[in-house]
């Protein structure tokens, strides 16, 4: 017994595996929309995509930290700018940060915090101990600000940060903010 396709089998079963899938799509909007997280992860998406991260560090930590970050897979080359101390003005508009504590010392890394935007980032990498307790304390009283003592962790915090700081007035309008 022969069975002969013919090109209109073809291309009906191509349609069941389209209806297949958009159904399927369907069906995890629905659920991802009834446990909130389409939002989330919407934001997320949009953050790694066009977000810019500026690195203000020089030397062997700069040229790390970024190859760290695009080897995660998770950031674009392009998509990371490397800054000087000499270029701190360039870091007006910025959304993300990350600051290496050793090069920039604690008066410029304060001045950097103090001057960012509300919605902006700040990551500041430091070995463990070179940041005193009474640093720590003057960064905790900004809003995203983060310290990392482990290159490892420096992925985690940076999508945390891009994550926390992807809101827009609409997200949180009504919510007395």
Request: glycine residues 10%.
């Amino acid at each position: 017994m022969q069975t002969s396709f013919t090109v209109g089998d073809i291309f009906e079963w191509i349609g069941y595996a389209i209806k297949g899938g958009i159904f399927a799509s369907g069906v995890v909007f629905v659920l991802l929309s009834i446990f909130g997280l389409r939002k989330p992860l919407w934001r997320f998406g949009m953050g790694v995509a066009w977000r810019k991260v500026f690195i203000v560090a020089d030397g062997d930590p700069r040229d790390e930290i970024k190859n760290d970050l695009v080897r995660s897979g998770i950031f674009k080359e392009r998509n990371i700018k490397t800054k000087t101390k000499g270029e701190i003005g360039d870091l007006k508009g910025a959304r993300l940060l990350i600051l290496e504590y050793e090069y920039l010392k604690k008066e410029k890394v304060l001045e950097i915090v103090s001057q960012k935007a509300p919605d902006c980032g700040v990551l500041v990498y430091a070995k463990f101990g070179a940041i005193p307790n009474d640093m720590l304390d003057e960064l905790n009283l900004f809003q995203h600000v983060s310290v990392v003592n482990f290159r490892g962790r420096l992925v985690n915090e940076t999508l945390l940060l891009l994550l926390s700081t992807s809101f827009t007035r609409r997200d949180v309008k009504g919510q007395g903010l």
